[in-house]
């Protein structure tokens, strides 16, 4: 599955690269090598992280599933354990 980023969003990560490595490296990167560099970690670390993401999500979901029988279980047959429970007078 190939990551896709609104035009915004990539937009939004290229200068983030752009004030990364004028932060941090010795030289700055221009417009259109940060542009490079986000589509390599998009199609070379990007799925990474997805599939990290889906199975964080799969696990969680799991244990949801795990805890509706506690949360919404109901008894069976219980309409004569009312009546058993009270004393007769």
């Known amino acids: ?6 035009k915004e969003v990539r937009a939004d ?6 004030k990364y490595f004028e932060k941090n490296m010795e030289e700055p990167i221009g417009n259109i090598a940060a542009g490079a560099l986000l589509g ?8 990474v992280i997805y599939n990290q993401a889906v199975a964080d999500v799969q696990e969680r979901l799991r244990q949801r599933v795990e ?3 506690y949360e919404v279980h109901e008894e069976e047959f ?3 354990r009312k009546y058993e429970a009270k004393p007769r007078k």
């Open 1 to 6: 599955m190939t990551i896709e980023l609104t």
């Open 13 to 18: 990560a290229i200068a983030s690269l752009q």
């Open 40 to 47: 390599f970690f998009l199609e070379e670390i990007g799925p």
């Open 67 to 69: 805890e509706l029988e």
């Open 78 to 80: 219980q309409y004569w």
